[in-house]
């Protein structure tokens, strides 16, 4: 499907799970892998949201619109699954750097850490001779939009969560159990009102 280097890609991919935000249930719903009940949505062993070899595509032609660095690539696919869904670091960094091993992309080092990935002549023949698989998994990933659009969560609530991590990682210094304790019962009181619909 993807071409000589498919067996290459499904190696390393297949070590990378991709997950959906949240965990879901039956009837359609994704499982703990990424998929959508037993088989998956996308196929792939385990049932995951992208098959061997699909993140790589999807990479490649975000990159192809316009250079991007990695958080940007994860925030756009999740920006096309309507925010239900994005995939890990642990799954898209390493797929970037063997997709600049094959010399598909380049990175263009800037400041501190982050790298500019930007397409190359190859990737884009790449890209030309895979366009077919490309287009089938730009449908799935639409149809998967759809029924994620169902149960989405609003852009509102997904700023409040992000605000909850950044406040999380800025804490400064160290945890004393009591701390821990404490702001454990908060974010579980939290939960259950909203499991509860707040009436709890």
């Known amino acids: ?38 088989g998956g949505f996308f196929g792939g062993r385990g049932g ?7 993140l790589r595509l999807v990479l490649l032609a975000l990159i192809a619109e316009k250079p991007r660095h990695g958080y940007d690539l994860i925030r756009a696919i999740e920006e096309k699954f309507g925010g239900a869904y994005a995939p890990s670091p642990g799954a898209v960094y390493p797929t970037l750097t063997l997709l600049e091993e094959q010399d598909y992309i380049v990175a263009e080092a800037q400041s501190g850490t982050k790298k500019l990935y930007q397409i190359t002549e190859t ?10 698989a490309l287009k089938g998994i730009q449908s799935r990933m639409d149809l998967a939009a759809q029924a994620f659009s169902i149960h989405s ?13 950044q406040a999380l990682h800025m804490r400064r210094g160290p945890w004393s ?13 939290t939960a259950r009102q909203i499991v509860g619909g707040g009436d709890h």
Not at 123 to 132: D, S
């Open 1 to 38: 499907m993807f071409g000589r280097h498919h067996d290459h890609w499904g190696r390393h991919e297949g070590r990378h799970d991709c997950s959906p935000r949240g965990r879901w249930g039956r009837g359609g719903r994704a499982d703990d892998e990424g998929g959508f009940g037993r």
């Open 48 to 54: 995951r949201m992208f098959g061997h070899g699909d």
């Open 153 to 165: 969560t609003p852009e509102t609530v997904r700023e409040a969560v992000r605000t909850l991590k």
């Open 123 to 132: 990737g884009t023949a790449f890209l030309e001779e895979n366009a077919v």
């Open 177 to 189: 159990p009591e701390e821990a304790e404490r702001v454990r019962k908060l974010i579980e009181a």
